[in-house]
């Protein structure tokens, strides 16, 4: 199983930007589909991004496309989610996922497990 570790949250103003960092180990992440979520306090965690095994697809929930953009570096074995124009409600935990199967990342409904989640980072925007 790949073990994965967020890194790059962090406390920034409304209209800033982050990038997230996922670094694997364990396994290599050729071979997994990647995605990252969020969850706010008092909210369920939600889809916010995934890319393709080969890196040719990417998804993202209506709330962030056009500001976030995700990335994989199969030999660094890192994904990261670069995110510009942040808002207020962008706050949240972020967490990384790995599984074998894009589509349980990117219609995922916490009714099933995915193969791997990180730890999570925390991300505040002010206003």
């Known amino acids: 199983q790949v073990q994965l570790v967020e890194s790059g949250g962090g406390l920034v103003q409304a209209g800033g930007s982050l990038r997230l960092s996922c670094a694997a180990s364990g396994r290599t992440l050729s071979s997994y589909a990647m995605g990252w979520f969020r969850q706010a306090p008092g909210k369920e965690r939600s889809f916010v991004a995934a890319?393709?095994?080969?890196?040719?697809?990417?998804y993202y929930t209506d709330s962030v496309k056009g500001r976030f953009t995700i990335s994989r570096d199969d030999a660094k074995n890192t994904v990261y989610l670069q995110m510009d124009s942040l808002k207020p409600e962008d706050t949240a935990v972020y967490y990384c996922a790995a599984d074998s199967r894009l589509s349980r990342i990117t219609k995922y409904t916490g009714t099933y497990p995915l193969d791997s989640w990180g730890q999570g980072t925390q991300v505040t925007v002010s206003s």
């Open positions: 890319i393709s095994w080969s890196g040719n697809s990417e």
